[in-house]
């Protein structure tokens, strides 16, 4: 089982950037962020596979950028000119696979409030 640990959730004002990490206790092949928003099903942010491998939803496409430090098994996600509507609790996961079977750890969240 891989640790994940987030950090960098915090409250930012609309048109704010903020940065959030997360740091895993293993090598993933994957590693994903998402948002959940209370009463809403856990929607998907941004991945990134391997090292270079992006994909974004639309809602957040030119405004976030997903990264990922192999050294620190560390996945970023900066977030600018951030709205409103992004107020979320973030969750990063990783994916591992092993003997062809794929596992999903999830991370404990982090609570982005954004003011209008």
């Known amino acids: 089982q891989v640790q994940l640990v987030e950090s960098g959730g915090g409250l930012v004002q609309a048109g704010g950037s903020l940065k959030l990490s997360c740091t895993a206790s293993g090598r993933a092949s994957a590693m994903n962020w998402y948002r959940h928003t209370p009463g809403n099903e856990r929607d998907f942010v941004a991945g990134i596979i391997g090292g270079s491998s992006t994909n974004y939803a639309d809602s957040v496409k030119g405004r976030f950028t997903i990264s990922r430090d192999d050294a620190t098994n560390t996945v970023y996600l900066q977030m600018d000119s951030l709205k409103p509507e992004d107020t979320a609790t973030y969750y990063c996961?990783?994916?591992?696979?092993?003997?062809?079977?794929?596992?999903?750890?999830w991370g404990q969240g982090a609570h982005v409030p954004v003011s209008s």
């Open positions: 996961n990783a994916v591992t696979v092993t003997d062809g079977h794929y596992k999903t750890d």
